[in-house]
Structure formats: C-alpha cells, structure tokens
C-alpha cells in the first residue's frame, strides 16, 4: 500500500513557475512509475506527464513540453513536478499517481493507476 500526498500547489501570476512534490509513505514506491495527471474546473482530468521507477525516462503531453520537467528522489519517496512559463488554462487540481512498471507511460491511462494523491491546486491569474 503507497499513500501519496501532493504539496506545492497555489496561486502565481501567468509565467511564473511552481514546484509541485508528491510525497510518498508506504512499501515499494520505488517499484512504480508515476505520473502527474490535472482536473481544470468543468474539465475530464488529463495526463500531463509520467517518469519511470527509477527516474532515468520522462514523457510529456505536448502542451507542456519544455516548460515542466518531472523528476524523482526515491532515497525520499518524492515525485516533483517543475512548472515553467504557467498559464491561465494551466489553473487545475494536479494530482499525482502510481502505476505498475509495465503500463503505458506515454501516456499514462487512468485505467492503470493504482494508487492516487488527492491532489493540489494550482491556480493561475492573467
């Protein structure tokens, strides 16, 4: 069982930036991709990007490519998620999530998460 908890999010101007973390308690995140997945208002939640157990591949949806970076520290059980050059439709709940090793990372589908955080805001103004 993993337990995941975001932190990081809140309210920047358009292009600032936030570092967002998913902290992990519990056996065996190492033993997991993860994938950070955003909720806007009146919106399905998408995919915006995952990193393998061992952090050595990322993947992007191509909205945010060169602009957020996701990496991982599995010596402390944390996924972070770098966001460069915000926008407004950027404003979401971003939830961070587990997938076993071998589903899909690009994308991650919902369908494969095993375990979800319970998110954190991220609001950006014009």
């Known amino acids: 069982q993993v337990q995941l908890v975001e932190s990081g999010g809140g309210l920047v101007q358009a292009g600032g930036s936030l570092r967002l973390s998913c902290a992990a308690s519990?056996?065996?995140?190492?033993?997991?991709?993860v994938g950070w997945f955003r909720q806007a208002p009146g919106k399905e939640r998408e995919f915006v990007g995952s990193?393998?157990?061992?952090?050595?591949?990322?993947y992007y949806t191509d909205s945010v490519k060169g602009r957020f970076t996701i990496s991982r520290d599995n010596a402390k059980n944390t996924v972070y998620l770098q966001m460069n050059s915000l926008k407004p439709e950027e404003s979401a709940v971003y939830y961070c999530?587990?997938?076993?090793?071998?589903?899909?990372?690009?994308?991650?589908?919902?369908?494969?998460?095993?375990?979800w955080g319970k998110g954190t805001l991220v609001t950006v103004s014009s």
């Open positions: 990193i393998t157990w061992n952090g050595d591949s990322q």
């Open positions: 519990g056996r065996g995140f190492s033993n997991y991709n």
């Open positions: 999530a587990c997938a076993a090793l071998w589903r899909s990372l690009n994308p991650m589908s919902e369908r494969d998460i095993i375990y």
